[in-house]
Each structure stands twice: as C-alpha cells, then as structure tokens.
C-alpha cells in the first residue's frame, strides 16, 4: 500500500538492495538521530525514570568468530513506554563498558537511572552523576563486601526497628496468586558503617525490597537490595525498583514475540544494530496514537500494516501533534 505513498514507481526494492542499505549506514550518525527524535516526542520531567538493560539477538551470532552472541544495550522511558536509545556490545560482560557509553548518549538530566546488578558499578555511579541524573541500582554478590553489609544491616534489625523505617507493603491478588512486596529504605547515620561511602560516594540511601509469592498453595520470597543516590521516599523506591522490569516486559518481549529480534540473522558489517534500531523506531511508533493506546501491539501493527488511513494519521497528524506541543 506504501508503494503509491512512497512513490516507488519501480515497485518496492529488492531484500540485496535492504541489506545493502542496512549494511552501510552509519550506526553512530543513526542513533544520534533516533535519540533526537524521541527527546522530541516527550516532555523531559524532573523524576523521569530511565531503564538500561541488554538483550541477546542470537540468531545474528557469528559462528565463524568465536561465536560471540551480539548483545544490544539498550535504554527504556519508562513513563511513557518508548525505546530512547541503544548501543551494541559484544558479549554479556562487556555491558559494563557500554553502559557509560549509552549514558553519553542520553539526556539524563532530572532522571532516575534503574540497572539491574551488572551496572552496579562505580564507573557507572559516577557517570550517573557527572551527568546530573540519579539512580536506584540492584546489589547483588558481584559487589560482595557490600552487598554482604548491607543484607547483615536488614537482617539485624529488629521488627520493631524495621517498622520505623519509611516502608510502604502492597499486596496484590488475583487468579489464585497473591503477591505481598515489601519496600523499606534507610539514610541513617549508620550508612557510613554499611556502604563505604569513600569509594560510593553518591550512595545516600540503601534500600530492601521482600516479593512474596503465594502461587496455588507454593509459597516463594526474594530479597533484593539496592544503592539510591538520593533520599527517595519508600513509595518511589517502590515505583522505580518495581518498574524498571518494565524494559523487559513492555521492549524485550515484545521485540521477540511481535518483530521477531531474536530471530533475525542480520550481522554483516553494522545491519544488526541498524535493524535493531529501526525495530525501535516500529516500536515506538505504536505507541505515539492516542486513538489506539487502548489497544494491545499486535493489534497496533495490524491496524497500522493494513489500513493505510491509520497509518497516514500517525505519520501526518499524531505525531506533528505531538512535536508541536512538546516544542511550545
């Protein structure tokens, strides 16, 4: 339907004449443009929450090269449920080193940065900071001396001393689940005796999160913990702890389940990363039609791939909208 639209009088291009293409663009110039175009479509707030998270594209692993599997880092708006931005890294321990590299990309300003254990880190902590952004990062044994302080700190206080903390407990039922999570924070004076503040020097708080599970009768609990690098109150520590899983749920997923990202063996010269950004820019732009918000995504692309009257809407009417207010 795209062919009158476009213009393609000579019908639509060839797959060599798309992967030629994907092949040569500049992934740098690329992903600058991408982060441009959605710092356009949202008005940056104070408190925004931003998750950085990667993910495997294991059908583009190069067998003839040690088999690496690509992993693309990316990073989430999780207010408003858009891709902001990528960067690929080549094997699951090098996010450590892309991290600060995607976060030179972003605006982070006013932002609340969420990773889960493998950013917690102090290069990252800093990186955080030297940008004026703030984060709320998961401790886990790859921070051993204090990870093992601060679960001692929890475990040691008493119920009634707990119950002093700012907590806030939630529990949630339905279908045969119920699901108690519990969210405490601490900022007191004994926070330079737990973390060392001399090499995490922008932790202000610690936090402890207790998820409780009853599922048909079988009962499990996880205990996380995390460093916050201002004193958020428990009901933000809550949203953000809970809500950075969003880029794992609301992007990843959808990006195996409904394009297909796991699957694709694009992976010569920088297609990967070039595709993979333009399934972000699909994604997005599901997202961008007030008319159709209360639809699932798969219905969006349906709706989109097949009318060609929503699709003009989007593209002429929506989103122009949407720049024109965030621009006044």
């Not at 690098?229 to 992007?251: C, G, M, P, Q, V």
Request: charged share 30%; proline share 2%.
């Amino acid at each position: 339907m795209l062919s009158k639209e476009l213009g393609l009088t000579n019908g639509v291009p060839s797959h060599d004449t798309f992967s030629d293409v994907f092949r040569s663009i500049d992934v740098g110039k690329f992903v600058n443009v991408f982060i441009e175009w959605t710092k356009s479509l949202y008005e940056a707030k104070i408190g925004m929450h931003i998750a950085i998270d990667g993910k495997a594209i294991r059908a583009a692993t190069e067998k003839a090269k040690n088999g690496n599997i690509p992993y693309i880092l990316s990073a989430f708006l999780c207010d408003c449920g858009i891709s902001i931005g990528q960067i690929k890294v080549d094997e699951k321990s090098n996010e450590i080193k892309g991290i600060p590299e995607l976060l030179d990309l972003l605006d982070i300003e006013g932002a609340v940065i969420t990773i889960d254990a493998i950013g917690t880190q102090v290069e990252i902590m800093n990186k955080i900071h030297e940008k004026k952004g703030d984060f709320c990062l998961q401790l886990k044994a790859n921070q051993g001396n204090c990870f093992d302080s601060v679960e001692l700190f929890f475990k040691d206080l008493s119920k009634a001393e707990l119950e002093k903390l700012d907590k806030i407990t939630i529990t949630e039922k339905n279908h045969g689940r119920v699901e108690k999570r519990t969210y405490a924070i601490y900022a007191g004076p004994e926070l330079e005796n737990i973390v060392d503040l001399e090499k995490f020097k922008h932790v202000k708080e610690i936090g402890m999160a207790i998820l409780e599970r009853e599922i048909n009768g079988e009962s499990s609990k996880e205990v996380h913990y995390h460093l916050l690098s201002k004193e958020f109150k428990a009901t933000e520590y809550h949203k953000y702890a809970r809500d950075h899983w969003k880029i794992e749920n609301n992007l990843h997923w959808i990006l195996d389940m409904h394009y297909n990202e796991d699957r694709c063996t694009a992976r010569k010269d920088k297609a990967k990363e070039n595709i993979a950004l333009l399934r972000k820019i699909a994604f997005n732009l599901t997202k961008l039609d007030k008319n159709l918000a209360k639809k699932t995504t798969k219905k969006i692309m349906i709706d989109l791939l097949l009318d060609i009257n929503v699709f003009k809407n989007l593209i002429f009417n929506e989103i122009p909208e949407k720049l024109l207010k965030n621009d006044q």
